[in-house]
T-cell receptor
Framework: ELKVEQNPLFLSMQEGKNYTIYCNYS?????LYWYRQDPGKSLESLFV?????AVKQEGRLMASLDTKARLSTLHITAAVHDLSATYFC?????????FGQGTRLTINP | DTGVSQDPRHKITKRGQNVTFRCDPI?????LYWYRQTLGQGPEFLTY????????KSRLLSDRFSAERPKGSFSTLEIQRTEQGDSAMYLC???????????FGNGTRLTVT
């Protein structure tokens, strides 16, 4: 059974700092997805990583995938308050996705 | 693209009552998914349709839960004899024929009292 684990689960950081969220998964997969969820809202797709070594960047967020290590990272550069949200990684093939527990990110001025 | 639509947004019901939720996917998407999310957790897979065929059901989906997608368009999720443990956000998502990423609706928040 596929299991997806994120760490840390909670992250409080100051504006302007850099940090990384990690996503480990238990079985082989070459598709990994990152989502953002704001409080009380639904999930918004951020990145789709479809192969080993894939790297995607959008603004201050960069996601990468290492399928051999079964690891994805979401790197935040020079954080700003607007990035405060819960971030989920999800793993799966052409059918269902299995989600991690989420990382609640709070960025303080 | 009007997005995935779910109705109602909120539902409060008493234990033992039946509830039904509706999901309208993005029109050109043939895949439809139901997930459940409780506070502080990631979404948990419930079931998945490709067109009108229900291809997979989670073990989380007890006999009290049933989902349909009669014409391959909208879907309904019914919970019979609701229990307090059913309180959660029920999320619907859709995807095109190639599969994920999933496009999520705003969810239906169920509270069982």
């Amino acid at each position: 059974e596929l299991k997806v684990e994120q760490n840390p689960l909670f992250l409080s950081m100051q504006e302007g700092k850099n940090y990384t969220i990690y996503c480990n998964y238990s079985t082989t997969s070459d598709r990994l997805y990152w989502y953002r969820q704001d409080p009380g809202k639904s999930l918004e797709s951020l990145f789709v990583l479809l192969s080993n070594g894939a790297v995607k960047q959008e603004g201050r967020l960069m996601a990468s995938l290492d399928t051999k290590a079964r690891l994805s990272t979401l790197h935040i550069t020079a954080a700003v308050h607007d990035l405060s949200a819960t971030y989920f990684c999800a793993v799966g093939g052409a059918q269902k996705l299995v989600f991690g527990q989420g990382t609640r990110l709070t960025i303080n001025p | 693209d009007t997005g995935v639509s779910q109705d109602p947004r909120h539902k409060i019901t008493k234990r033992g009552q039946n509830v039904t939720f509706r999901c309208d996917p993005i029109s050109e998407h043939n895949r439809l998914y139901w997930y459940r999310q409780t506070l502080g957790q990631g979404p948990e897979f419930l079931t998945y349709f490709q067109n009108e065929a229900q291809l997979e059901k989670s073990r989380l989906l007890s006999d009290r839960f049933s989902a349909e997608r009669p014409k391959g368009s909208f879907s309904t999720l019914e919970i019979q004899r609701t229990e307090q443990g059913d309180s959660a956000m029920y999320l619907c998502a859709s995807s095109p024929p190639g599969g994920p990423p999933l496009h999520f609706g705003n969810g239906t928040r169920l509270t069982v009292t």
